[in-house]
């Protein structure tokens, strides 16, 4: 079964601490790797997709990587806008679908 | 470019009741998805949409949620009769190509009380 783990499930950081997220999944066929951001009453919003083992892709002080098993979004000198739920999703077999992970929430403090 | 816009944005309503949601995606976009999140849950899958066909829906919950595309434009969800346990927050997702990333919807928070 199709499966998504997101840890930690929550994240407190001091203004300009870096760190990383980790999202690690198990799916039959991979079509995709997608990271979202989701502020409190809001829909998720769309920050990346990555399809492939060693691929990476950056936005402001985002970057997420990906490997056969995992993906980490590392997050360098966080702002406290940058204070959100992340929520991590593959995409089914079949194209139709995503599976996400509960998410994390990060809290930046200045 | 407008987003995609879901209405109403809260209800509340008995158990027993019916309640029909609205998704208007973004203009273009053939692909339009529904989405669940119940409390403590992570975001499941409930149907897709190419144009007006239906994809796939096999995350849909039961008989007694319905929905509908006519035109291949706004979508609809009915609930019907509600149920304590459809209480959540329900999105609306549009793509314009099957498996690039979505744009969401601020959702409909459906509480039944």
């Known amino acids: 079964e199709d499966q998504v783990t997101q840890s930690p499930e929550a994240l407190r950081l001091q203004e300009g601490e870096s760190s990383s997220l980790n999202c690690s999944y198990t799916v039959s066929g991979l079509r995709g790797l997608f990271w979202y951001r989701q502020d409190p009453g809001k829909g998720p919003e769309f920050l990346f997709t990555?399809?492939?083992a060693g691929e990476e892709k950056e936005k402001e002080r985002l970057k997420a990587t990906l490997t056969k098993k995992e993906s980490f979004l590392h997050i360098t000198a966080p702002k406290p806008e940058d204070s959100a739920t992340y929520l991590c999703a593959v995409g089914n077999q079949a194209g139709t679908a995503l599976i996400f992970g509960k998410g994390t929430t990060l809290s930046v403090s200045s | 470019e407008a987003g995609v816009t879901q209405f109403p944005s809260h209800s509340v309503i008995e158990k027993g009741q019916t309640v029909t949601l609205r998704c208007d995606p973004i203009?273009?976009?053939?692909?339009l998805y529904w989405y669940r999140r119940v409390m403590g849950k992570e975001i499941k899958f409930l149907l897709h949409f190419v144009k007006e066909s239906k994809q796939d829906e096999s995350g849909m919950p039961n008989n007694r949620f319905l929905a509908e595309r006519t035109g291949g434009t706004y979508s609809t969800l009915k609930v019907q009769p509600a149920e304590l346990e459809d209480s959540g927050v329900y999105f609306c997702?549009?793509?314009?190509?099957?498996?690039?990333?979505?744009?969401f919807g601020s959702g409909t928070r459906l509480t039944v009380v």
């Open positions: 997702a549009s793509s314009p190509l099957q498996g690039a990333g979505y744009t």
């Open positions: 990555l399809y492939s």
């Open positions: 203009s273009g976009h053939d692909n």
